[in-house]
């Protein structure tokens, strides 16, 4: 038996699984993005808002899904949430793909959280003044936001963000725990059915590392194109 045995990674079913693992991460990866920046902007604003219960809201949100591990998350959305719908409305679920949607909700629930406070601490940086000059125009709050503050804020929000985006890459990993089809499951499904550890979880590790190093890459070119400024 070669000592590493190339074709298994270059060729074959086991090739076409390993990749069928790396094409369903990184989708994992996009929706659970799209779906959590918009929660985190409006979970950003709940925070920053000039009523107490929005802000109390805004920091429940926060708290508590930050000091839960995203693997409770995982579990809950796929075991525990689906048990309060009607009994059809749940087989329906089962039959269907009910396992990668977990893993969306409870990735993009639990990345919001962190972003949100990326998004809150580059609005806070911008000076109290650009928040005053938008009240002197006429503009409320989220006017003042949207038109005022938020264009300015995002310089200094998008690399946080960026490393956001790297968190969130490794954690897709944590979906195998609910059988979502994806590069750390179809590495284990290799694995037990070859018995070549080596090669399948060395491909696993070689795409989280490449993408990972993609990412990274992505926010040293936005620091050096748009280095930030302080005011």
Known sequence: ????????????????????????????????????????????????????????????????????PL???MLFWYFGAPELLPEGIKQWLYAGHIEAYSAIIALSLYTAAFMAEDIRSG???????????????GFGFLSTMRRVVLPQ???????????????????????TVIGVAELMYQAGQVESATFRSFESFAFASAAYLTVSLAITGLATWYHHRFPVRTI
């Open 1 to 68: 038996m070669p000592l590493f045995d190339y074709s298994l990674l270059l060729t074959g079913k086991y090739h076409d699984m390993l990749v069928a693992g790396l094409l369903l991460s990184l989708q994992l990866l996009a929706a659970s993005l799209v779906l959590a920046l918009p929660i985190a902007l409006v979970v950003a604003l709940l925070r920053l808002s000039p009523l107490a219960p929005l802000r109390w809201l805004g920091f429940a949100y926060v708290e508590t899904i930050r000091n839960i």
């Open 71 to 73: 693997l409770a998350h």
């Open 123 to 137: 609005i806070r940086a911008i000076p109290t003044v650009q928040f005053e000059a938008g009240r002197a125009l």
């Open 153 to 175: 804020a995002l310089r200094v929000t998008v690399p946080p963000l960026i490393s956001q985006t790297l968190s969130l890459w490794k954690n897709t990993s944590i979906a």
